[in-house]
């Protein structure tokens, strides 16, 4: 009877383990698709790594991260951010950036933000215009000549996060 209690109890253990890791996977998977502010699934061609008032997180776009420190006045980093032509995360000194062009950066899923998020948010779009980054300003002018928008430096992007 012992015997049979300690495989009972063995397996449960198994069991438990192994949801524990799965949840864990999960959950790391799900923070590296989601906005860490707005909860929108991350375009890989705009996601960004920043922190903001010095915690780090994935970002949908450059422009969601400085709206976040502008709200809530606090510092910005940009730690990455991706190069649109490529894909690849760069860093983003010496990067340019691309403002208030016709491309869409989030797909809008209202449905998704959670009720503890500012209602505001609703009628005000903090991504939009979704800003994006290039490694190479010709890159950068190319995209600005077909879809607009203004050819921001880092610099330029960052004082945006101090405006009130
Ligand atoms: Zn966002």
Same mark, same amino acid.
């Given at each position: %009877? *012992? $015997? $049979?209690? =300690?495989?009972?109890s063995t397996l449960v253990l198994i069991v438990v383990a192994g949801?524990?890791? #799965? #949840?864990?996977?999960?959950m790391n998977r799900r923070s590296r698709m989601e906005c860490g502010f707005c909860r929108r699934q991350i375009n890989? $061609?705009?996601?960004?790594?920043?922190?903001? #008032? #010095?915690?780090?997180? !994935?970002?949908?776009?450059?422009?969601?991260?400085v709206t976040e420190a502008r709200q809530e006045k606090k510092s910005l980093r940009l730690i990455a951010v991706t190069d649109y032509p490529t894909g690849?995360?760069? =860093?983003p000194e010496g990067a340019w950036f691309v403002e208030d062009s016709r491309v869409i950066a989030c797909q809008h899923d209202m449905s998704k933000m959670d009720e503890s $998020?500012? %209602?505001?948010?609703?009628?005000? !779009?903090?991504?939009s215009p979704g800003t994006f980054a290039f490694s190479d300003r010709k890159a950068a002018e190319a995209f600005v000549d077909q879809n607009g928008g203004v050819l921001?430096?880092?610099? /330029?992007?960052? *004082? /945006?996060? /101090?405006?009130?």
């Open positions: %009877m *012992a $015997k $049979k209690a =300690s495989i009972y949801l524990f890791a #799965g #949840g864990y996977l999960l890989a $061609k705009a996601h960004v790594v920043a922190e903001v #008032g #010095g915690r780090r997180r !994935d970002v949908c776009c450059t422009h969601c991260a690849k995360l760069v =860093s $998020k500012h %209602m505001e948010q609703l009628a005000f !779009d903090r991504c921001r430096s880092l610099p /330029e992007v960052l *004082a /945006e996060a /101090e405006q009130q």
